[in-house]
């Protein structure tokens, strides 16, 4: 494969990963779960947060190998609002986060193939897993990346760090449309098993939603380093996430057609 096939396939896969951000499906109204959250991490029942959803931006880095079509991707997500998008029968931001941020980390590995106008990768998991954090202070603050998918986001990061929960990335689907030398709107969808390590910040149900939903689209991809078969690239987008206890049919479905929606999206550039 020579090198322009190999970055055209890299830059497509970093778009599936990465993210756009344009509206798609709608989830159906009972897939959206409510909780609770203390934004005080405190545990307390009193004054807590109503939602369904939590938005935030990403930054991920993304190697490829194009001897395997296999990735390894690293992701840093800070959730900057909460939403209710049908608890209420209302669709309105609840909560806008201000020196108090939820934030995650994930590793994750899968497979990636052109088919046909489109590049397609498949989530395999489980990577070096999912874990949650709060932080009482400000939002992290992300300067320097990872050298490749295969390590953590840990550089910059607020060292008063609190764990909030714990997780393991089982699959997901992602596509970008191929057009030439460049790539049309990709997005993605990922399945996560979900535990919380305490209830301070996610208050209720208890016990809490033990999977957890996560969707984004693309917003810009930049090469970071090419070595042989290998290609780094970085990207930076918006991921939404919602829960679940059981993976439903109709979810199940979505992610296995990489529609798992981004309904009523309010998308802020990373």
């Given at each position: 494969m020579n090198i322009l096939n190999k970055t055209l396939l890299s830059?497509?896969?970093t778009a599936c990963l990465g993210i756009v951000s344009t509206s798609a499906m709608a989830l159906p109204p009972q897939?959206?779960?409510?909780?609770?959250?203390?934004?005080?991490n405190t545990g307390s029942l009193v004054g807590n947060v109503v939602a369904d959803k939590i938005i935030g931006n990403y930054s991920e880095i993304v190697t490829l190998n194009s001897a395997t079509n296999t990735f390894q991707a690293s992701i840093v997500w800070d959730a900057s609002q909460l939403v209710n998008v049908f608890t209420n029968n209302s669709a309105n931001?609840?909560?806008?986060?201000t020196g108090k941020q939820l934030w995650l980390v994930d590793q994750f590995i899968g497979t990636y193939a052109?088919?046909?106008?489109n590049t397609i990768f498949t989530t395999t998991g489980p990577g070096l897993g999912l874990q949650v954090y709060y932080t009482a202070s400000v939002s992290p603050t992300i300067n320097t990346p990872p050298a490749?998918?295969?390590?953590f986001w840990t550089s910059n990061l607020d060292p008063t760090k609190v764990a909030v929960a714990t997780g393991t990335t089982t699959g997901g689907f992602g596509q970008a449309a191929n057009a030439g030398s460049g790539f049309g709107i990709g997005f993605f969808s990922e399945l996560a098993t979900f535990a919380l390590v305490n209830n301070n910040y996610f208050t209720s149900p208890n016990p809490f939603y033990n999977i957890s939903f996560q969707t984004g689209q693309f917003n810009s991809l930049t090469p970071v380093s090419s070595s042989g078969t290998f290609s780094t690239l970085g990207s930076n987008g918006s991921m939404d996430v919602i829960f679940n206890t059981v993976p439903e049919p109709e979810i199940l479905a979505l992610v296995g057609v990489g529609l798992l929606g981004l309904a009523l999206r309010r998308r802020k550039q990373a």
């Open positions: 830059v497509a896969l897939l959206y779960l409510g909780f609770t959250v203390d934004e005080n931001v609840v909560n806008t986060t052109p088919s046909g106008g490749d998918g295969s390590v």
